[in-house]
Structure formats: C-alpha cells, structure tokens
C-alpha cells in the first residue's frame, strides 16, 4: 500500500518532508507514524497504512511534496532482514548527505532576476559560521509578520493593570478550583474573559478588514500565542464568551500540551478574531507586538513586577503589569483602542465584574 500525503486542510497544498521516523525494510504496525511533514502552519505524523515492511522512500528529507503525493510503500508480505536495513540506513544517510550537500550548494547560488529583493548571499567564516536553511514554518512566520507591516497601519497603546485582586482570588480559591476541575487557576482565563467582555463593548477591534469593507464578527474566538522551539503557533479558543472560567483553563491546557507535542490541526488554528500574547513568561517588561493578520488587533501580556504607585494619595507597593495593544489604525481609531485598555483594565482589577457580568 503507497503512503501518501494526507489533505491538511482546505488552505494547505504542499508541505515538507520534516524527517522520516522509519528507514527503509523496517517493520512497521499500522497507524504508527512512519514520517513527520511540516506545513506553513503545523507538523503532522503520517501513519502507516497497513502493517508490513517500509519498503520505498520516494521523497528524501527536505523535499516538498503537495497533497496526495506518493511518500513511499508499505509491503504486507516482505520481511526485513539486519542486512537490508543496514544496507537502506546507509543509502538513506549518503542520500541525506548529497541532499544537504545539495542544499548548501543551491542556497549559496545568486538570485536570479524574477526574484525581487533578493540578495546574494555573502561568503561564510567555514569556522565560525553556518548557513541553514529556514523551516517552512519559519519562512511562513517571517512571510506572515512582513505582510503585516506591509498591509497594516500598525499604532501600539499601552496601559498598565493592578494584578491585586486577581492575584488574591487565585491564591484563595486555587486548591478548590484545582480540586474541582483538575486543572491549575492561571491568569490566561481571566484575561481572555476580560477581553471578550472589553469586545463586546467595542466590536471593531473584533473585527478585520478586506478591501474596502470592515467584517465585524459576532463571536469571539481568541487566539492564544504559544512558544515552540521551532516558532510560534496561535492556537485558537473557540466561542470563549460561552466558556466558564475553568472550561477556558482547560481548553488553552489542551491546546498549549497539543502545541508541544506537534498535534495541532489546521482547525485548532484557523478563525481567530483577536490574539492574546504573553512575552511575562519569558521576562518581557514591555513590548509591541505584531499584529496576526487578518486580525485588527492583539493583546500583549508583560511580567508582573512590584513597583510602587500611588493609591488614594498614599504611595503602595503592588503587582503591576503593563498591556500593550496593537491595533490597525485604518479601522481603529486611539479612542476605541484606549477605551478598550481601560474596559480590560477595570475588568482585571475588578475580577468580580467577570462573574456577574457587569
């Protein structure tokens, strides 16, 4: 039975071939992963069809591939043998090497003219130097953030939050909430409550621009921002203005362990209205994210430090954090974007506010 490139999703055409988890004249069972692909948006596991010996690779590591491409054979009947593999181990190896060998050659190759903004690459240090291609999900990364400078009329206001009253409901009611629900009280939930309670109050910063038409969208679905080694991925909360507290801590829990095992679908990630970002977990005191396109705005979180601020004429010291929002000024306007801050802001340090809804 071939093994062929799965469909990845109606905006998915082609991917990469990440690494082969199998060599050829290996046993494999079925509906065990066999070879790892990696698209413009996530890595996928592509299992064996059947049971049997991996028999052919058709595409080497690195190669790209489009949907319902050949990747190679699973033969149900042929036994490996010690010498077979060894013998496909070492032909697979030479192959990678002239492949990479090959890449190396291609990237060092000047641009020809069809290539706008291309640059020749400069002469490397061979000692002190590497040139390595980038992943596809990286270039789709760089693609994505470049367009949106592009394309966008990017304008960042800042706020900052009193994290008090938030910080004290935690640690009041975290070993009942964890006791109840199985799962940890973060601060991710309550932001992403505020924030679509502060949407509802000012739909166009929900909404998106195409051509000369403004979409607003009647539902909230919040992208949240997580880290890999290989990039970053925005994991979608579907519906969060019909999620609990807790159902919105266990959907991003799930989403986050799904990011790091490399289990996301092309579903988890598409039709988010509004991104949610927290550089705070990497030591970030402030920044001005970059906008997910289409989304007209996003939400950066930054660390909580103690700093003193004046409380009713007294000078006290609290857990401060600040909020950046970066927002497309085409549709977006300081009011709306600095009234929203405010909205969120009251929200967070009125947490109260979020359960009664007012």
Request: glycine fraction near 6%.
């Amino acid at each position: 039975m071939e093994i062929k490139v799965p469909a990845l999703g109606e905006s998915i055409t082609e991917a990469t071939v990440a690494r082969w988890m199998k060599a050829e004249g290996d046993t494999v069972e079925e509906d065990e992963a066999v070879l790892e692909l990696e698209t413009d948006k996530v890595s996928v596991e592509v299992m064996a069809p059947q049971s049997g010996t991996l028999t052919n690779i058709l595409v080497q590591e690195g190669e790209t591939v489009e949907i319902g491409s050949i990747l190679g054979n699973v033969d149900r009947g042929k036994k490996s043998s010690s010498k077979q593999k060894k013998a496909s181990q070492s032909k697979k190896s030479s192959s990678k090497t002239n492949d990479n060998k090959s890449k190396k050659s291609a990237s060092v190759e000047p641009p020809k003219g069809a290539e706008k903004g291309a640059s020749t690459p400069r002469k490397l240090d061979k000692d002190r130097e590497e040139r390595v291609p980038m992943t596809t999900l990286r270039k789709r990364i760089a693609e994505r953030m470049k367009a949106s400078q592009n394309t966008a009329a990017m304008l960042t206001s800042f706020s900052e939050v009193d994290m008090s009253a938030v910080m004290r409901l935690r640690k009041k009611y975290k070993e009942i909430f964890e006791e109840k629900y199985g799962i940890k009280l973060g601060l991710m939930s309550f932001f992403t409550k505020a924030t679509v309670r502060a949407l509802k109050e000012f739909p166009v910063i929900n909404a998106e621009v195409e051509n000369e038409d403004i979409i607003y969208k009647n539902y909230y679905n919040i992208g949240i921002a997580v880290s890999l080694d290989k990039g970053l991925v925005v994991p979608v909360v579907r519906d969060a203005d019909t999620l609990s507290l807790a159902d919105v801590e266990k959907e991003i829990a799930a989403l986050a362990g799904k990011a790091r095992e490399n289990k996301l679908t092309i579903e988890d990630l598409s039709k988010g209205t509004f991104t949610i970002t927290n550089g705070g977990v990497f030591g970030s005191l402030l920044s001005t994210p970059i906008l997910n396109p289409p989304q007209s705005a996003i939400l950066g979180l930054h660390k909580i430090e103690e700093r003193p601020v004046a409380i009713d004429g007294q000078v006290q010291i609290r857990p401060m954090m600040y909020l950046a929002l970066t927002y497309d000024h085409r549709i977006i306007d300081g009011k709306e974007a600095v009234s929203f801050l405010v909205h969120l802001k009251d929200s967070i340090e009125n947490p109260d506010r979020l359960f009664l809804d007012i």
